[in-house]
């Protein structure tokens, strides 16, 4: 009687950067590692200061700091990082798909060659 339809919701493709973003994308990370890696040493200049005054209050608040700043610039060297590799994956998968491409092409024509061939002879 009545039967539950099941309808298959296309998922949505994810978003593709072109060469132009994916470029502006890296030289914020770079710009972003540089930013955290400037505090990072700050940071550790300040903690060396506090530890040789003796304030460990200020040298434990500016330890932590330091490790913030230090989680940033690992975070954000590893997302380049993956971006450049599904980047490369991307390419590595659209090249093999136009070699899969020029292949079956090159074995249709053969195809064809040889049914023109039978039928000529």
């Keep these: 009687m009545n039967k539950a339809h099941s309808v298959t919701t296309p ?4 978003p593709v950067l072109d060469q132009a973003e994916a470029e502006r994308a890296g030289r914020m990370l770079d710009r972003l590692a540089e930013m955290a890696m400037e505090r990072a040493e ?6 060396l200061a506090a530890i040789k005054a003796g304030d460990a209050a200020a040298a434990k ?4 700091s330091l490790d913030r700043a230090g989680r940033c610039v690992r975070r954000a060297l590893a997302l380049k990082l993956r971006l450049a590799r599904e980047r490369q994956e991307m390419a590595d998968k659209a090249a093999a798909q136009a070699r ?20 000529i002879a």
């Design 11 to 14: 998922q949505p493709a994810p």
């Design 42 to 47: 700050a940071m550790h200049a300040a903690s």
């Design 61 to 64: 608040d500016l330890e932590l």
């Design 100 to 119: 899969d491409r020029a292949e079956e092409k090159a074995e249709r024509r053969r195809q064809v060659a040889r049914a023109v061939d039978r039928s």
